[in-house]
Nanobody, 119 residues
Framework: QVQLVESGGGLVQAGGSLRLSCVAS????????MGWYRQAPGKQRELVAT???????NYADSVKGRFTISRDNAKNTVYLQMNSVKPEDKAVYYC?????????????WGQGTKVTVSS
């Protein structure tokens, strides 16, 4: 199993920056892709950004050019650098990992970290 712990959420002014971190523990050898998702009040959870084991990245159109996802495999950590934050970025941000262990698909979610944006 993989356990994920996010940190870095908080209050940020519109136009400001915030950096989220997610540390994985447990069966980290099984992890392939890592990603960030978010869920705003009253809305469905949506993809923000993903990064593959080969560092290929994918972003939601709404965050392209403003957010950057990166990973440090030595630290089992994935980051989300959020720049030029907008009020609509307010949400709970969740870390997710996908991997395979002995032929089984392993999906893990973190508990979420809340991002609030003041205008």
């Amino acid at each position: 199993q993989v356990q994920l712990v996010e940190s870095g959420g908080g209050l940020v002014q519109a136009g400001g920056s915030l950096r989220l971190s997610c540390v994985a523990s447990g069966s980290t050898f099984s992890i392939n892709a890592m990603g960030w998702y978010r869920q705003a009040p009253g809305k469905q959870r949506e993809l923000v950004a993903t990064i593959s084991s080969g560092d290929r990245t994918n972003y939601a159109d709404s965050v392209k050019g403003r957010f950057t996802i990166s990973r440090d495999n030595a630290k089992n950590t994935v980051y989300l650098q959020m720049n030029s934050v907008k009020p609509e970025d307010k949400a709970v941000y969740y870390c997710k990992t996908d991997g395979i262990d002995m032929g089984w698909t392993i999906v893990a979610w973190g508990q979420g970290t809340k991002v609030t944006v003041s205008s």
